[in-house]
């Protein structure tokens, strides 16, 4: 009688661990939504963004989704949008996926036409709707820009957006002429933006200048 | 701001003040001193009651708990030895069958041969015809004298030759005959050899016959033993399952090795199955699920197959299934064991090409030159990996003999470790409550330091009063005394 007593303890307790561990219902998924800028002088820095693209299609894994987008006069339109995929969740077609992908980013960085003005903020909007769509675990807009807005005088972006559990990560973010004659432009340029990212309930910003740093950032989420 | 010198009666004598205070507080004290010790002995017990009473318990499971070890070890003991005697009983019927099957043809050899030898003992024992009877007479006409006659002289001599031809023949007669009788004696050689032999495979069968008797009084000497419960056969098979729970263990960690290796040939490749993005944890990967059940599904195969041939006995219904059935049981697990083995190796193929398509399409990313193919060298990882992706499922069904001794023993270990716990457990609590016990002695103690002083006062008057009272011829009891309010 005792034993069984011991027994039906053991086996309440058995059960209550078990309901502790319950099923992990999240998605693992990752979503990357790349802006490219291809304003004046930065358009020359097509080759490198190619180097990121290409990073990003060697890490990412099937059932994870990547967009690139060019950042434009006006940049909250899919029609910025270079190239989009979700890749599948056999490995063999998500590689033949990627390769596709490649195919279509490096045609258009080949291509790239500057153009006059730089509407960041509306490319991020952009993102931000293309990240929730996926409905990914963790979702990432990298921006390859000098972060430096230039909109005509049409565009209206000076209002608060929303980047939700989204993290922001700029990437070679070149100093201009004018940041070099006062840092303080470009030291001011990358706190200002920190500080919107971050009110728009992004979970992190970063700025990384070494594209070879963008190996711990990937690698490890 | 509170003022420190509130406290003192006498704000400029603190002495003084500590000293009053102190006097009065021991004069409380020492009111509320048989309350005090009864709250403090109303603790103890509430404390350390339960805790005697929960040791107490634990005890009792643990006892009850051997017992039913004890009467589970002894069981089983005694069908694996019962087991073992039938064993030794059919290897012992096998032995007498095949030794002394032919026993009647070898004692009837036996026997021909040595009538054989008997006869032709006899036959070397006919003595040659004894000396004739003429022999006395040449003794006679030895003792003739001559006197110098020459007749008789001439008659002697005719005589002695003729002795010495007789002789002659006689003697050749006489070698002729131990001749016959020596080619008689050697023709006892073979059938000695022959004697010899038949005798040393009789004992050579005999011996093998008394060991099989041996191991089986072995046996059955140590199922006399746990038919009488004895500590000693307890201990043994304690010792025997604790000895086979680390040797299945260690098995089981060498096969569970293969079962890893096994696990990462598929694991990939079933990602194309059953998708690469799907996760029953926050790290467990569907398809990796997928992989291990595979794995446990040859395991289980094997495990039936071992079942099937009676092997292991962990299903009594599959081993008590009619040969028919468990023939086509056995044919069954082995086409499933055969088949996984065969998805297993394609597998393992499968994932060497999704290895290379993503290293080449890594080395296109990264726009370095491709690695040139290392011809046949380059194909011995691909085969390697397919021969261990065919091997690993028929290995892994090996491994229902050591899970069942694991399983087996597993249950007296675990019982044993259990009593040992439950024991340390009852310690434990016990020690606890006798220290609950102790600390509550100890402020009782403590307690009656604070208030010496009115407890010597009380001792004196109590004397005194007792002194007075036993001068009058009063009894006093000699245990009232509260400066010992313990004893």
Redesign the interface.
Known sequence: M??RT?AASFALAGLAIAAAGC??S?S??QAVYMLVDTSGTYARQAGKAELVI??L??TL????SLAVARVVNRSFSEKDIVAKATFD????E??AQ??AF?GRTEAFLRSVQPTSHTDITGALIQGAEFLNETGAGTKTIVIFSDMQEDLDKVTVRNFPIRLDHIRVIAVNVTKLNTDNIDPRRYLGRLDAWHKRVMAAGASEWKVINDIERLNGIFANS | MSDPTMWMIWPDNAALSILVLALIAMVVLYAARAPMHAMLHSASQTLGGPLRLAAR?LF??AA??RA?NKAVLLAQGRRETGQRIEREFERLALLVGRDLQGYPTLQRKLLEEITRVEEDYKKCGEVPPPPPDWVDAVTAVAKIKTGGGEVVQKILVDIRQSLESIHDKALAEYRRAYQTRHSILEGFMPYWRSLDKTMKQVDKNMTGIQDAAAAVDAQMATYKEIAARSDEAESQLTNSAFTQFAIAAIVMAVALGGAFVNFKLIA?PM??MV????????TLRTSEVAALVIILVEASMGLFVMESLRITHLFPRISNLDDRMRRRMIWISLTLLFLLAGIESALALMRD??IA??QA??Q????TPAVVNEGWLGHIPTAGQMVLGFILPFALAFVAVPLESFIHSARTVGGALLVHL?NALAFVLRIAANIVKQASRALVHAYDVLIVLPLLAEHLLRTRRNGAAAGAGERVDPRESTLHPLS
Do not use: C, F, Q
């Open positions: 005792r034993i011991l099923a992990d999240r693992h998924a290409n990073y299609l060697g894994n099937p059932g994870d969740t056999r490995p063999s998500a590689n990627k390769r490649r | 318990w009792g499971v009850e708990l039913r990939l990602s194309e998708g690469a993005s799907d996760y029953i944890t926050a090409m999704l398509d993503k399409l890594l296109s990313l990264a726009t439950i």
